[in-house]
Nanobody
């Protein structure tokens, strides 16, 4: 059974930093895209960042414009983990953050193209 477990959310003041972690088990995602989405109250789930394996065993990352330059997505040494380092946090970053992984090759910014999801972790940024 595949499981994605997030951790690292919490309450932080505007301008602060947090680091989210996601550990996958049950299958390998070394060559599959793993990403982060978020959902604020009353809003749809939106893409945040994705990291995808490419030729030469290099991972590259893509970011939503709203977080580019402030958030960094990375893979752990085991490659079945993914992190989201967030800095210069803003109140509008407040949301439940979800880790997701694709069961097939290729990257995507669309939530319905991801097969596996974590339970979510709350990030609250106070002004």
């Amino acid at each position: 059974q595949v499981q994605l477990v997030e951790s690292g959310g919490g309450l932080v003041q505007a301008g602060g930093s947090l680091r989210l972690s996601c550990a996958a088990s049950g299958r390998t995602f070394v060559t599959n895209a793993m990403g982060w989405f978020r959902q604020a109250p009353g809003k749809e789930r939106e893409f945040v960042a994705v990291t995808k394996w490419s030729a030469g065993s290099v991972y590259y990352a893509e970011y939503a414009d709203s977080v580019k330059g402030r958030f960094t997505i990375s893979r752990g040494n085991a490659k079945n983990t993914v992190y989201l380092a967030m800095k210069s946090l803003k109140p509008e970053d407040t949301a439940v953050y979800y880790c997701a992984a694709r069961g097939v090759s290729g990257s995507s910014w669309y939530a319905d193209e991801y097969d596996y999801w974590g339970q979510g972790t709350q990030v609250t940024v106070s002004s």
